[in-house]
């Protein structure tokens, strides 16, 4: 890996980088219209949804949270692997990392943005969100501060505004590399991008301050953004979410379902752009090696919660983790760990994680493994509560199933857009690798 990428030369990284900006093609256009077309049913859905009410959708009595927070504790979860590696492993030097960093950070940015539609569809009359924002108004009403929706909004809106701003703050030097080859509008475009960016010592200097204080901000924000998402059920008393465990076990199986998605992006994306000589199998490779790891550590969390139940002696405890074994959501949670624990451990062999497709398949198995998992933490405790008499059964409907659809069609639909008309791939913090590994 490491040797493909040090025999590129500055001015081929650079030729490879900007040829993905040059005209779309027609496929392009035409894969942009079908991802268009998907993401207009969301909005049309969910118009739907407004003017019927929430009953077009599967959640009833006693199963008031569905589909709609288990794609937002999934997108939230997709987004933490973009801060992961960008900032985490910025700060050890990790050289894997540079060709996948910026389309991580775009994919945290975007995962965020879809995150923060389904708290607004899961409440019903979007046009009371206002009174959510702790912003004075003329009632002089302040949201409940307790409320687990308004934790969702400070851990969407800080996490969205760091990732924004370090995202960005990376772009600055290679928007200068596109505007001193542009003409016209394109190149106003990105001089104002580019902030006047010209290269002096000074400004690499501010530049290298300010990008290593947005990754050491952006570092805690992996774990506490998605710690105060688990709070929203772990501050509750229902079986099976009240346990300081959720923390931890949140976050990592967010960083777990966001690595998955990485190979689920990179491996068309170095198809599609020519970026086999950046984005290599070596860089894949070791994304494969960091997902066995998160996924030994929630198959870990998986029996600390059974262990948990069962030393407790609380057999309403023991009752609910039982029934998510064996009673009627049983399927689904050994999908949930087969995925999650099993499949991921063929990463061990060298063949399986050095082989594209196989990269591909066991990445999307692991984003499969990993939305089940919410599955049945959420439905799997709301489902089953205390008294018997109070027992339910959840079914998404199509409903839930085409807002899901069209989330995911306007996720790739932003990403395609960005990869086509910003640099996907940081041509800055390639050429530093290049330079490092050839004077070393």
Same mark, same amino acid.
Request: aromatic letters at 18%; glycine letters at 8%; hydrophobic letters at 55%.
């Given at each position: 890996?490491?040797?493909?990428?040090?025999?590129?030369?500055?001015?081929?990284?650079?030729?490879?980088?900007?040829?993905?900006?040059?005209?779309?093609?027609? $496929?392009?256009? &035409?894969?942009?219209?079908?991802?268009?077309?998907?993401?207009?049913?969301?909005?049309?859905?969910?118009?739907?949804?407004?003017?019927?009410?929430?009953?077009?959708?599967?959640?009833?009595?006693?199963?008031?949270?569905?589909?709609?927070?288990?794609?937002?504790?999934?997108?939230?979860?997709?987004?933490?692997?973009?801060?992961?590696?960008?900032?985490?492993?910025?700060?050890?030097?990790?050289?894997?990392?540079?060709?996948?960093?910026?389309?991580?950070?775009?994919?945290?940015?975007?995962?965020?943005? /879809?995150? *923060?539609?389904?708290?607004?569809?899961?409440?019903?009359?979007?046009?009371?969100?206002?009174?959510?924002?702790?912003?004075? !108004?003329? &009632?002089?009403?302040?949201? !409940?501060?307790?409320?687990?929706?308004?934790?969702?909004?400070?851990?969407?809106?800080?996490? @969205?505004?760091?990732?924004?701003?370090?995202?960005?703050?990376?772009?600055?030097?290679?928007?200068?590399?596109?505007?001193?080859?542009?003409?016209?509008?394109?190149?106003?475009?990105?001089?104002?991008?580019?902030? $006047?960016?010209? *290269?002096?010592?000074?400004?690499?200097?501010?530049?290298?301050?300010?990008?290593?204080?947005?990754?050491?901000?952006?570092?805690?924000?992996?774990?506490?953004?998605?710690?105060?998402?688990?709070?929203?059920?772990?501050?509750?008393?229902?079986? $099976?979410?009240?346990?300081?465990?959720?923390?931890?076990?949140?976050?990592?199986?967010?960083?777990? %379902?966001?690595?998955?998605?990485?190979?689920?992006?990179?491996?068309?994306?170095?198809?599609?752009?020519?970026?086999?000589?950046?984005?290599?199998?070596?860089?894949?490779?070791?994304?494969?090696?960091?997902?066995?790891?998160? $996924?030994?550590?929630?198959? @870990?969390?998986?029996?600390?919660?059974?262990?948990?139940?069962?030393? %407790?002696?609380? %057999?309403?405890?023991?009752?609910?983790?039982?029934? &998510?074994?064996?009673?009627?959501?049983?399927?689904?949670?050994? /999908?949930?760990?087969?995925?999650?624990?099993?499949?991921?451990?063929?990463?061990?062999?060298?063949?399986?994680?050095?082989?594209?497709?196989?990269?591909?398949?066991?990445?999307?198995?692991?984003? /499969?493994?990993?939305?089940?998992?919410?599955?049945? /933490?959420?439905?799997?405790?709301?489902?089953?509560?205390?008294?018997?008499?109070?027992?339910?059964?959840?079914?998404?409907?199509?409903?839930?199933?085409?807002?899901?659809?069209?989330?995911?069609?306007? @996720?790739?639909?932003?990403?395609?857009?960005?990869?086509?008309?910003?640099?996907?791939?940081?041509?800055?913090?390639?050429?530093?690798?290049?330079?490092?590994?050839?004077?070393?």
């Amino acid at each position: 890996m490491s040797n493909q990428m040090s025999q590129l030369t500055f001015e081929e990284i650079n030729t490879t980088v900007l040829k993905t900006l040059e005209r779309p093609t027609p $496929g392009y256009w &035409r894969i942009m219209a079908l991802l268009f077309t998907g993401a207009l049913v969301l909005f049309g859905t969910w118009g739907y949804q407004i003017v019927n009410g929430l009953g077009v959708a599967g959640m009833n009595t006693p199963v008031h949270w569905g589909t709609y927070l288990i794609n937002f504790v999934f997108w939230v979860g997709i987004a933490h692997s973009g801060t992961l590696i960008s900032a985490i492993l910025f700060l050890f030097r990790v050289g894997w990392r540079n060709p996948i960093a910026r389309a991580a950070e775009t994919m945290t940015v975007f995962a965020v943005m /879809i995150a *923060g539609i389904y708290p607004m569809i899961h409440v019903g009359r979007i046009w009371v969100i206002f009174y959510m924002l702790p912003l004075p !108004n003329q &009632r002089f009403l302040w949201p !409940n501060f307790q409320s687990p929706l308004i934790f969702d909004i400070v851990a969407i809106s800080t996490y @969205f505004t760091v990732s924004t701003l370090f995202w960005f703050t990376g772009m600055i030097p290679d928007f200068a590399i596109i505007r001193d080859r542009s003409e016209g509008v394109r190149k106003k475009i990105f001089s104002a991008l580019a902030l $006047g960016w010209t *290269g002096k010592s000074g400004q690499w200097l501010n530049y290298s301050r300010a990008y290593l204080l947005f990754a050491s901000l952006a570092t805690p924000l992996v774990i506490s953004v998605h710690s105060v998402v688990s709070w929203d059920f772990a501050l509750g008393v229902t079986p $099976g979410w009240h346990t300081t465990i959720f923390a931890p076990y949140f976050v990592a199986g967010a960083i777990h %379902s966001g690595l998955a998605m990485v190979i689920t992006l990179m491996i068309p994306l170095r198809k599609i752009f020519g970026y086999e000589r950046i984005i290599t199998i070596g860089v894949l490779e070791s994304v494969a090696k960091t997902i066995v790891f998160t $996924g030994l550590i929630v198959g @870990f969390a998986y029996g600390t919660e059974l262990f948990i139940a069962w030393y %407790s002696g609380n %057999s309403i405890e023991q009752e609910s983790f039982w029934w &998510r074994a064996f009673g009627t959501y049983a399927p689904e949670y050994w /999908i949930m760990v087969i995925c999650n624990t099993v499949i991921p451990l063929l990463f061990l062999i060298k063949k399986i994680r050095t082989h594209i497709v196989a990269l591909f398949v066991i990445s999307i198995f692991v984003n /499969i493994g990993m939305w089940m998992e919410r599955f049945v /933490i959420i439905i799997g405790s709301v489902a089953h509560d205390f008294l018997p008499n109070a027992w339910g059964f959840f079914a998404p409907t199509m409903f839930e199933f085409a807002i899901m659809f069209g989330a995911f069609c306007l @996720f790739f639909f932003l990403f395609l857009l960005f990869a086509k008309h910003l640099p996907s791939v940081s041509m800055t913090e390639m050429k530093e690798h290049v330079h490092h590994r050839s004077h070393s």
